[in-house]
Each structure stands twice: as structure tokens, then as C-alpha cells.
């Protein structure tokens, strides 16, 4: 296999049911190119992750975004845990999700804690993601992030939960990592479907 | 407009920046044409959710189905509020989308609680959703559940969260929807970019 995992290039990831190839081409990967990506391609991602659905249609997500080239990029980059510091750091950009954990309140009542507001923020960031395989990126989504700092120093309000963090590039041959996550670099394998769906009510 | 809205059909939904159509063409109607779904079509839907990314690769999405032609579709139909039920009688599947909020400890160490269960959850509704746009079908998340009536009903075990249910089927002309809703039958906007992503840090 070439060092450079293409998930089709793995008959891990042979699908058993047919789906769209995306869902399969779509993986989070390690090894970026460290390569500037442009602002149009940065905003074709989230415009794809602003159309995803959301209860009442409240688009609770937030973005915060930087581009590898941003005087901001320490100061993002910095959110990261150490491990996925290491290798972000050759990501084209990073974005931090948020999700706004208020709703508006019924009939012009106060605001209201928000159920779904995480649910729907993952629904924007697969959209994110499966924009960014579509136009030859991959995004790698993390949740090993700091996430007090990351509120401090991005100035995030009390009423948005930070969410993850995710780092968007151009796939890289595996050795440009750390030597530890090179054998890592290879795309997952998931659970049988029938450990996951279950026919009319809960099994057992 | 013809009574059957698509979103092409309505400038309302033109993206700012070039995405790829799907990410448009899934709406949520509510006017569905009861027709039985086969199996196969329910499965590749579940095919779709199960590539979901997740945190640690732990899949802590768990789908609860039902074929409208199924024993248990009274059952799983009777979870939702009347709101739902009197519209989502008409769809083809119904889901109940569950989270595991428990995570395997590290090194062999007890269950923890999980911090993106609900947002994993939400990568995997969307890849069903987008899924079923693919084949032609239309997917409605509902946050109008009696959550109560589906753990106990579908024998939901504690640690599992109950985050939505969803309808799937074929999209049919708004007169089949009971007055009051047809004139809501029409794809929804989206704020704008500007409103929901940031440049660095949280504006203001």
C-alpha cells in the first residue's frame, strides 16, 4: 500500500451497504501538507456547514476560523492539547466549533436552554467535513483541546460550548509525522451495523 | 412554484459559495407519500451514519428503526409529540437516533462520561440525511419527542441518550399535509455567513 492512505485504497473501508463514495473517501487523517489554502476554499467548507439542518432551524454552530498564513494561527494553534499540536500544526487552517447552548424562548418568552445544540453542531461539522473530501481537502476533527483556554483566549461567551477543534489540509505522505503516529496513519474501520441498529426497540 | 418545492426551485436557497448540490437539495418537508421503502434503502441509510467520524472512533450513535409496514411502527410512531405524529404518519422510516454517553476509560479504567456524544451523533444524522437526499428520499429530524415514552417504550437503556427522532421518505405535493402546515412547506434559509463564522477570536 502506498504510504499515502487513500481510505479506498483499504479494503478496511469497503462499505456494506452502497453509499455514496464520499462517505467512505472521507477521513481524518494526520499528515497535512503545511500548504497555504485559499480563502475561497475556506469559505466554501463552512458555507457547506451553514446549510446543514438544526432544531427549529436555529443554526446554533459557531466558527471560528484561521488560515495557516493568519497573524492568529499561534493563537488557535494554541488551543490544541500537545499531541494534536504536533500535527495540526501542518494543517492549512483550523476551526473551532461552537454551539450557541441558548434558544430563543417560546412566544417572546426568555431564552431557553437548547437540547440539541451539540447534535446540531455535529451535523454542520459533517457537512464541513464531507465539503472539505469533495474539493480534495480532508478535516480531522479534535477533541484533545484546552478548553478553558481555548474560551479565555478566543474571548468565547459563557452561553456557547466550545465544542472541537478541527484541522483542515491537503493529505501528506505519512512521513512527514512525528515517528509515533506514522503506523497510526491508516483510515479506521467501523462496527458492524448490527451492533449499532436495531430493528423497532432497544435489543436485550 | 409548483406545489412540490425542491429547493432548486427556490432562489431562497442559493448558496454564497460554490458547495456541492446535496448540501442544498436536502431540506426537511413534512409532506411525505407513505410508500413502502425497501430494506435495502433503509440500510444504506444506516450505511451512511456508520462512516460517521467520531470522537476516538467510539460510534456512539445507536438507531432504533422502523419500516412503515413493520409490527412495531405504531410504537415507535407514538413517541413523538402530536405535532409530529399528525405529518410523520405519512413517511416511509422512522428512526430514533440514541447516543451512548458513556466512553471506555483509559488503560482498562472504568466508563467515563463523554463529552461529544451529542455532537458525534449530530455527524452521523447528517451523513444519513445526505445519504437519503442521494436516493432520492428526504430526511426530517424531530426534536418533538416524548422522550420519557421512548426509553420506556423502546426499552432505552439509562446510559443512552435519547437526541431525536427522524422521518425518511419520498418527498409528496404539500395539499397531503393537513391545512395549517402546507404553508410552512417550504425549504428554509440560512443567516448569513457572517453571522455564524469568525476571523481568530469571537467578535465583539
Known amino acids: 500500500m502506498n504510504q499515502l492512505n487513500k ?47 438544526s432544531a427549529y432551524n436555529i443554526q446554533p454552530w459557531r466558527f471560528l476560523y484561521v488560515l495557516r498564513d493568519d497573524t492568529h494561527w499561534r493563537r488557535v494553534l494554541a488551543v490544541l492539547d500537545a499531541f494534536n499540536r504536533d500535527w495540526a500544526q501542518q494543517a492549512s487552517a483550523l476551526i473551532v466549533l461552537l454551539s450557541d447552548s441558548l434558544m430563543p ?51 468565547v461567551p459563557g452561553r456557547y460550548r466550545v465544542e472541537i477543534a478541527i484541522a483542515v489540509g491537503r493529505q501528506a505522505y505519512a512521513a512527514v509525522l512525528p515517528q509515533p503516529l506514522r503506523e497510526r496513519e491508516i483510515p479506521s474501520t467501523r462496527r458492524p451495523l448490527g451492533e449499532i441498529a436495531f430493528p423497532g426497540r432497544f435489543p436485550g
Chains 1, 2 share one sequence.
Open 7 to 53: 481510505s479506498s485504497a483499504s479494503g478496511r473501508r469497503t462499505p456494506d451497504h452502497p453509499i455514496d463514495p464520499v462517505f467512505v473517501d472521507r477521513w481524518s487523517p494526520r499528515a497535512f501538507d503545511a500548504a497555504p489554502m485559499p480563502a475561497a476554499h475556506l469559505l466554501t467548507l463552512l458555507e457547506a456547514a451553514r446549510w446543514a439542518p
Open 105 to 155: 424562548g417560546v412566544d417572546g418568552r426568555a431564552e431557553q436552554p437548547s437540547r440539541t445544540h451539540s447534535l446540531d453542531a455535529g451535523a454542520a461539522w459533517a457537512h464541513l467535513a464531507l465539503q472539505a473530501t469533495r474539493l480534495g481537502y480532508q478535516a480531522h476533527a479534535m477533541a484533545g483541546v484546552d478548553f478553558d483556554k481555548a474560551r479565555r483566549s478566543l474571548g
